[in-house]
């Protein structure tokens, strides 16, 4: 879609304050893309600048991260927090742990969730953090030095009523607990709220782990049934193996699809019988092993060194990687091999000509900032019940979970419809989590 005169300036001058960061420049450029019929509808968005001030982050760290590996080596990263907009309520978002990661990464990420939590109707506002800190290959005793080293820096900005931070790619429990067992040093203070995707046994909420993966097959489910379709017996691929991409499996084998492949950063692995939910969990979560070792224990699945996974012919692709994995080419392959329906567990992993693709060719596609709210939904969860110091059980949670991804599935589809784009997601998703934020920001004045 075109840009207005006006968009395009915003857009332009965003390009020129952030120079290099493409994948900031193309979240961004997403969403002004839907925006037009938004300024027209409320003209006093425009007017109290309300895009141009969402599109500058309110306050940026980066720092220095030192630590010493097993060798007694010293090491040197980059650390990261990108805090966008508090409009809705504190700052949150994950940390993300992985060698591409600079600035303009987590900006992306950290824009994209200012509307992806203004979605799940709770009080949340956006931020995004991280390092290019590599856990692969690391030992625990390393990977908890660079936590702390971290965490040294990070604690002055953080806390339960100001930013949470949780999860992302290379972040999961184990470094969660040594950020919080830092944080809980340095400042002396058992203050569970102030990071998500903690372990059960110390404030963590049930069903965070799962949460992701469940919460976007539920919004794929929705998706379907709005055709009168669903899960039961379709084929499904869902690239990665962490902790989305097996959540998502689990949750699409119990809704009766059947997920066909899986991958990391080296391979792909194909199961024509279903991929096996104990193997990928025990190999992954458990042993650190490569999804390539998958077939040690199903000797009928096929091990692909550097395939790509949507050659692999489905009906529901769920990319749950990394951003921009799925190119135009891949779409189009994924439409000609009969492909319904697309939920991306990750952020952005569509780029977007794959997008422009899978919407002309009628596609359901449920854009990241809706389909994969359910993760930061349940951190909202692990705040609420931390706030109240209670915990509540795993059927209650999920509950809770499914109902709000059916709120977010309405709110976009109710956008799209309303802002003349029914049956768009991508628009209904802008639209709907834009409009929430831009009150909030008019209500409180210019700051
Ligand atoms: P994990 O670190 O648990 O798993 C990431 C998976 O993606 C691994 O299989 C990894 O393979 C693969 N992967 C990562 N980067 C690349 C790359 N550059 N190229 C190819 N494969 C890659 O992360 P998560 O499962 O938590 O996150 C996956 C996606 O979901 C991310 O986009 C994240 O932002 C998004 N997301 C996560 C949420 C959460 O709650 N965790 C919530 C919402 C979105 P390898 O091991 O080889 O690196
Ligand atoms: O992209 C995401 O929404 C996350 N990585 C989860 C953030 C969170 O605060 O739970």
Not at 3 to 15: D, P
Not at 242 to 266: H, R
Not at 386 to 392: C, G, K, P, V
Request: net charge neutral; glycine share 12%; aromatic share 8%.
């Amino acid at each position: 879609m075109a840009l207005t005169e006006r968009l395009e300036a915003i857009f332009q001058e965003v390009i020129k304050r952030n120079p290099g960061e493409a994948e900031f420049h193309q979240a961004v450029k997403e969403v002004l893309e839907s925006l037009g019929p938004v300024l027209v509808k409320y003209p006093e968005f425009a007017e109290a600048k309300v895009i141009e001030r969402i599109c500058e982050p309110e306050r940026q760290l980066i720092f220095r991260v030192p630590w010493q590996d097993d060798k007694g080596e010293v090491q040197i990263n980059r650390g990261f927090r990108v805090q966008f907009n508090s409009a809705l309520g504190p700052y949150k978002g994950g940390l993300r742990f992985h060698p591409s990661v600079y600035l303009g990464i987590i900006k992306f990420l950290g824009f994209e969730q200012i509307f992806k939590n203004s979605l799940t109707g709770l009080p949340i506002g956006g931020a995004k953090g991280g390092s290019d800190f590599e856990p692969k290959g690391k030992s625990d005793g390393e990977v908890m030095r660079f936590c702390q080293s971290f965490m040294t820096e990070l604690w002055r900005i953080i806390g339960e009523h100001t930013d949470v931070p949780a999860g992302d790619i290379g972040v999961g429990g184990r470094e969660i607990g040594y950020l919080f067992g830092q944080y809980k040093r340095l400042t002396n203070k058992f203050e569970a709220g102030v990071l998500t995707g903690k372990g059960l046994v110390y404030g963590g909420s049930q069903v965070r782990t799962e949460a992701t993966g469940y919460g976007c097959t539920y919004f794929v489910e929705e998706m379907l049934k709005g055709k009168k379709n669903g899960f039961k017996g379709k084929k499904v691929v869902v690239s990665g193996s962490g902790n989305v991409a097996i959540y998502t499996l689990e949750k699409v084998k119990e809704l009766g699809g059947k997920v066909v492949a899986m991958s990391d950063s080296n391979g792909v692995i194909v199961d024509e019988k279903g991929c096996n939910v104990e193997t990928v969990k025990r190999l992954k979560e458990i042993e650190r092993r490569r999804i390539k070792d998958y077939c040690e224990y199903h000797k009928h699945a096929k091990y692909i060194h550097n395939g790509n996974i949507w050659d692999v012919p489905c009906e529901v692709a769920m990319p749950s990687a990394t951003q921009n994995e799925i190119t135009g080419k891949d779409a189009k392959k994924l439409v000609k091999n009969g492909c319904i329906a697309v939920g991306e567990g990750a952020n952005m992993p569509t780029t977007p000509e794959g997008v422009h693709v899978f919407l002309s060719a009628g596609v359901l596609f449920g854009p990241g900032k809706a389909a994969n709210a359910g993760g930061v939904a349940t951190s909202g969860l692990e705040m609420q019940q931390n706030a109240s110091r209670e915990a509540w059980g795993f059927e209650e949670t999920d509950a809770k979970l499914h109902q709000i991804m059916k709120n977010v599935y309405q709110l976009c589809s109710e956008a799209a419809e309303e802002f003349g784009s029914p049956g768009n997601f991508v628009v209904g998703a802008n639209i709907a989590g834009f409009i929430k934020v831009a009150r909030a920001m008019i209500a409180h004045g210019i700051v």
